[in-house]
């Protein structure tokens, strides 16, 4: 079993910055697709970003794109989610996924993390 932890959560202020890391253990890293997602209060989850397995494939969600950057470090085992100019609408618990592909949707993650809470101040 791959178990993913996140970390990096917090409360910052609207137009700040936070870097979210994810750390694998426990299983093969390297050949999985890693992806984040986020979940607000009374909301389903929605996709973030994703990456695959070596890094040369990158999708984002419309509403990040151009301030977040996903990006991974397989030698550590460790993705990150680095998120600019964030904003209220920002304000999520944030998941790591593990997935063989490249997706954008939840059901086809394996693996997940116990998820980190941002928090966007106005």
């Known amino acids: 079993q791959v178990q993913l932890v996140e970390s990096g959560g917090g409360l910052v202020q609207a137009g700040g910055s936070l870097r979210l890391s994810c750390a694998a253990s426990?299983?093969?890293?390297?050949?999985?697709?890693m992806g984040w997602f986020r979940q607000a209060p009374g909301k389903e989850r929605e996709f973030v970003a994703a990456i695959n397995w070596n890094g040369n494939r990158l999708s984002y969600a419309d509403s990040v794109k151009g301030r977040f950057a996903i990006s991974r470090d397989n030698a550590k085992k460790m993705v990150y989610l680095q998120m600019n100019s964030l904003n209220s609408e920002d304000t999520a618990v944030y998941y790591c996924?593990?997935?063989?592909?490249?997706?954008?949707?939840?059901?086809?993650?394996?693996?997940w993390g116990q998820g980190t809470l941002v928090t966007v101040s106005s």
């Open positions: 426990g299983g093969t890293f390297s050949m999985l697709s």
């Open positions: 996924g593990g997935s063989r592909g490249l997706y954008s949707y939840t059901d086809m993650y394996d693996y």
